[in-house]
């Protein structure tokens, strides 16, 4: 149990999957304007992750392994990730409607999230079994959605601050990125 | 070999038919104009991109 929350706690905040490993930084950027966006894209980045990690993991140890054909992880994690995609905006759109209007229209963003394929192969290459796998597909998504309020809150404010017009925008938004990721490097040595 | 070529197309396959079926699902009432709050990135190829709202 221990191992398991020193595992998220890491995945959280030591080893933040925007601000200490630089994966995700295209939707970090461009869906952190508001908040409200930010919490849609937060939520749909963590069901995503949760299930296509379970699913990859699941393909690896019962197809690839036995199989002998391991190289074909990344290709094989991709179209995974791709085709889970297309059913989960399939099943919200005929099932839930008030679902899809607050979350859909950011499934196919997260396809090319590099950070759902980063899961996905770390699952593997860090050899854990399937409750370390569950714990950190939840927990890497989690630091992102949290790393990704807390920037909206920012931008919100900066959208009425007397920025200059050459920083006005993504430079001051990837300075204020900068030193968030000097501020969560501080926690390095926390577990 | 041939089992690795086999499952990358079956792979692929799986995946056109989930676009395919995706594609031809209604999208439900009231979320036909949908626009996501995106600034935009640096995969300008992308469709939500704003440069691409601002020519239509």
Known sequence: MENLLTLAISAILINNIVLSQFLGICPFLGVSRKKDSAIGMGLAVIFVIVGASILSYLLYHLVLDPLDIEYMNLISFILVIASFVQFTEMFIKKYSPSLYKSLGIYLPLITTNCAVLYVALANITSGYNFVEMITYSIAVPVGFMLVLIIFSYIRERLDIAPVPKAFKGNPVALIVAALMAIAFSGLAGLV | ?56
């Not at chain 2, 086999?6 to 594609?23: C, R």
């Not at chain 2, 036909?32 to 709202?53: F, I, N, R, V």
Request: net charge negative; with cysteine; proline share 5%.
């Open chain 2, 1 to 56: 070999m041939m089992i690795a070529v086999g499952f990358g197309l079956t792979l692929g396959g799986i995946f056109a038919i989930s676009y395919y079926m995706n594609m031809k699902t209604p999208v439900p009432e009231g979320c036909e104009s949908l626009q996501a709050a995106c600034d935009g990135c640096a995969m300008t190829h992308c469709h939500k991109h704003p440069t691409h709202q601002q020519e239509v």
